[in-house]
C-alpha cells in the first residue's frame, strides 16, 4: 500500500516522514539514493509502506520551493523575527530578509518579540511601517508565552522558518511553538535505534493545530548577490501597485521624472523609511556588479 507523507527530518540514511496515520521511518528506494539532495527535509513523497514503523520511498513529487540555508523543501512562509529592544530593531535588516525572502518566492509575516521591553507606542511605530507595506505583525513576549497564540494560528496552515538576526529570541519562540519537539526527536531515535542529535540538518516540527516548522533559523546568508536592480523593485510588494503608472518601464523610482513611487511616498502612501531602505539596497546591489 502506498501513501504520501512530508519528510520531517534525515538521519543517518533514514527519512522520518510524517504521513496521515503517524511517523514512518523510510529508507528511500535504491535509485533515489544515487542522487546527493534528492530528497530534502520538507519534501512531499510517496510512500510504500512496509509495516505500522516503516515505509520506502518511491518518489519525490514537484517542489514547491527550496531553501539554500539551510536546505529545506517545499517553505511557505518566513516569520522575520525581530526585538522590540535588545538588540534595538533595525528597518533596513528587516527590508533586506524581506527581499531574500520574497526572492525566494514565499510569503512573509513580521513578528516583534520580546514586546515586554519596549512601549506600546514604540511597537506601534514599528508595526506600522510593516503593515502599511502590506505585511502582517505578530507582536510577542516569547518568554511570557505572549502573543504566541496568535503567531500559531498564522502558522496554522503552512510550512514555516523563522528568520532575523540573532538576539532576538527565535529560539525562545521556536520552542513556545513546539514544545513537544525534544520529545518527539527522542520517540524517532528510539524507534531508528540512532542517538538523538545525529543530525545537523534542519528538521521540521508539527505544532498542535496545524502547520510544520523548521528548527533551524532560515536566511542566514544575507547577501544580495542573485538579486538585480530590476528585481529590487518588485520585491517591495507595496511598489507594485503604483509603479504600473510611472512614465518608464524600467524605472528604478530613483531619479526618473513622473515616478509613480515617488509620489506615493510623498503623499503618504508608501512609508518614507521603506522607501530610503530601497535606496541603500539599490545602491548595495549596483555595487556588487
Ligand atoms: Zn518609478
Same mark, same amino acid.
Given at each position: 500500500?502506498?501513501?504520501q507523507g512530508t519528510v520531517m527530518?534525515?538521519?543517518?540514511?533514514?527519512y522520518c516522514v510524517l504521513t496521515?496515520?503517524?511517523f514512518?521511518?523510510?529508507?528511500?528506494?535504491?535509485?533515489?539514493?544515487?542522487?546527493?539532495?534528492?530528497?530534502?527535509v520538507g519534501d512531499k513523497v510517496?510512500v510504500?509502506?512496509?509495516?505500522?514503523?516503516?515505509?520506502?520511498?518511491?518518489?519525490?513529487l514537484?517542489?514547491?520551493?527550496?531553501?539554500?540555508?539551510?536546505?529545506?523543501a517545499n517553505?511557505?512562509?518566513? %516569520? =522575520? *523575527?525581530? $526585538? !522590540?529592544?535588545?538588540?534595538?530593531?533595525?528597518?533596513? /535588516?528587516?527590508? &533586506?530578509?524581506?527581499?531574500?525572502?520574497?526572492?525566494?518566492?514565499?510569503?512573509?509575516?513580521?513578528?516583534?518579540?520580546?514586546?515586554?521591553?519596549?512601549?506600546?507606542?514604540?511597537?506601534?511605530?514599528?508595526?506600522?511601517?510593516?503593515?502599511?507595506?502590506?505585511?502582517? %505583525? =505578530? *507582536?510577542? $513576549? !516569547?518568554?511570557?508565552?505572549?502573543?504566541?497564540?496568535? /503567531?500559531?494560528? &498564522?502558522?496554522?496552515?503552512?510550512t514555516?522558518?523563522?528568520?532575523?538576526?540573532?538576539?532576538?529570541?527565535?529560539?525562545?519562540?521556536?520552542?513556545?511553538?513546539?514544545?513537544?519537539?525534544?520529545?518527539?526527536?527522542?520517540?524517532?531515535?528510539?524507534?531508528?535505534?540512532?542517538?538523538?542529535?545525529?543530525?545537523?540538518?534542519?528538521?521540521l516540527?508539527r505544532?498542535?493545530?496545524?502547520?510544520l516548522?523548521?528548527?533551524?533559523?532560515?536566511?542566514?546568508?544575507?547577501?544580495?548577490?542573485?538579486?538585480?536592480?530590476?528585481?529590487?523593485?518588485?520585491?517591495?510588494?507595496?511598489?507594485?501597485?503604483?509603479?504600473?503608472?510611472?512614465?518608464?518601464?524600467?524605472?528604478?523610482?530613483?531619479?526618473?521624472?513622473?515616478?509613480?513611487?515617488?509620489?506615493?511616498?510623498?503623499?503618504?502612501?508608501?512609508?518614507?523609511?521603506?522607501?530610503?531602505?530601497?535606496?541603500?539596497?539599490?545602491?548595495?546591489?549596483?555595487?556588487?556588479?
Amino acid at each position: 500500500m502506498r501513501c504520501q507523507g512530508t519528510v520531517m527530518r534525515a538521519c543517518g540514511g533514514f527519512y522520518c516522514v510524517l504521513t496521515e496515520s503517524g511517523f514512518l521511518t523510510c529508507k528511500p528506494r535504491g535509485r533515489l539514493r544515487l542522487v546527493k539532495d534528492e530528497i530534502l527535509v520538507g519534501d512531499k513523497v510517496e510512500v510504500s509502506i512496509v509495516d505500522a514503523d516503516t515505509g520506502i520511498i518511491e518518489n519525490v513529487l514537484e517542489r514547491k520551493t527550496v531553501l539554500s540555508r539551510p536546505r529545506i523543501a517545499n517553505v511557505d512562509l518566513a %516569520v =522575520v *523575527v525581530v $526585538a !522590540a529592544r535588545r538588540p534595538d530593531p533595525s528597518t533596513f /535588516l528587516i527590508d &533586506r530578509y524581506l527581499a531574500l525572502i520574497a526572492h525566494s518566492g514565499l510569503d512573509a509575516i513580521l513578528c516583534i518579540n520580546k514586546a515586554d521591553l519596549a512601549t506600546d507606542s514604540e511597537i506601534q511605530s514599528l508595526s506600522e511601517i510593516y503593515t502599511t507595506a502590506g505585511y502582517d %505583525v =505578530v *507582536v510577542t $513576549a !516569547a518568554i511570557y508565552g505572549r502573543g504566541i497564540d496568535e /503567531l500559531r494560528q &498564522r502558522l496554522s496552515s503552512v510550512t514555516s522558518v523563522l528568520a532575523g538576526p540573532s538576539g532576538v529570541g527565535k529560539s525562545v519562540l521556536f520552542r513556545s511553538l513546539c514544545p513537544d519537539a525534544e520529545t518527539e526527536i527522542g520517540e524517532v531515535s528510539r524507534k531508528t535505534g540512532r542517538g538523538r542529535h545525529t543530525t545537523r540538518h534542519a528538521q521540521l516540527f508539527r505544532m498542535e493545530g496545524g502547520g510544520l516548522v523548521a528548527d533551524s533559523p532560515g536566511f542566514s546568508y544575507l547577501r544580495l548577490d542573485d538579486i538585480s536592480p530590476s528585481d529590487l523593485r518588485l520585491l517591495y510588494r507595496e511598489f507594485r501597485y503604483y509603479m504600473q503608472n510611472c512614465r518608464f518601464n524600467s524605472c528604478l523610482h530613483r531619479a526618473e521624472p513622473d515616478c509613480a513611487v515617488k509620489e506615493a511616498v510623498s503623499s503618504g502612501h508608501i512609508h518614507p523609511e521603506r522607501y530610503e531602505n530601497y535606496l541603500k539596497l539599490l545602491s548595495e546591489i549596483e555595487s556588487l556588479d
